[in-house]
Nanobody, 126 residues
Framework: QVQLVESGGGSVQAGGSLRLSCAAS????????MAWFRQAPGKEREFVAA????????YYADSVKGRFTISRDNAKNTVYLQMNSLKPEDTAVYYC???????????????????WGQGTHVTVSS
């Protein structure tokens, strides 16, 4: 079965950086779109970033554009989220997700993805 395992979360001060990883198994990784979502306490899960099969196209939420970078290594079945210039409002549980539905506008929703990781906590203090 498909498994997604996130790692790399933690606590950091505002302005700092973290790199999240998501290792996938049980699927032909290079044929799936990969994405990151996040959910803050009391809020709905929101889209952060997505990357297409070969990594040629990436999409970002406006709130993270210019600060976060999504990438993937198909040889390692792993997707990454490099987070720089972190802000307290980035505090959330970050989830890795995968699916096959492509949206050329990059407007992704949780319902577009059928498989999810367990999440990793990111806390940014001011």
């Amino acid at each position: 079965q498909v498994q997604l395992v996130e790692s790399g979360g933690g606590s950091v001060q505002a302005g700092g950086s973290l790199r999240l990883s998501c290792a996938a198994s049980g699927l032909t990784f290079s044929t799936y779109i990969m994405a990151w979502f996040r959910q803050a306490p009391g809020k709905e899960r929101e889209f952060v970033a997505a990357i297409t099969w070969s990594g040629s196209s990436t999409y970002y939420a406006d709130s993270v554009k210019g600060r976060f970078t999504i990438s993937r290594d198909n040889a390692k079945n792993t997707v990454y989220l490099q987070m720089n210039s972190l802000k307290p409002e980035d505090t959330a549980v970050y989830y890795c997700a995968t699916g096959t539905r492509y949206n050329s506008r990059g407007s992704y929703y949780p319902s577009d993805f059928g498989y999810w990781g367990q999440g990793t906590h990111v806390t940014v203090s001011s």
